[in-house]
């Protein structure tokens, strides 16, 4: 089996993070059209309705290593950012509190599928911050990510 390229697991990514809809008391819908593989500075700083949620994930070049018995090891460290902004009155939760419940989410996601339906050995939050509150009318969850690959000898 051959290692994941880094778009495949940033792909991955992205489909775990796309499963936030709904959950937890918040209504999350994330189009493909909001998710930056970079960070924008342009795009983060624009505060029109229409851009939100913003979704930006970005990765080192990740690090390789022959282990024992002809097995190759990989890992990558992501960064996720999501930017959320309360744009309707019928919000009930405050930016600040989704980015909580955000980060809460996309660590069960990760916790039930810890290998991107087969494509990862294993990914997990290492750190994980909000704004609280000081970015208000925005809210904003950055969550740092490991992900470990690991292939066996053909």
Known sequence: MAIPSL???RTGIITAVKRLKKINGYTIDLPDSHIYPVWKSDLAQNTDDELYPKCFIFSDKGKMRRLVAGQKERNFKFVVIVVVKKVA??????PSETAELIINDVETIFDKDDTLGGLVTDIQIVSFATDSGFCHPEGIAILDVEVEMKTSPR
């Open 7 to 9: 778009k495949d697991v």
């Open 89 to 94: 009155e019928s919000e009930k939760l405050e």
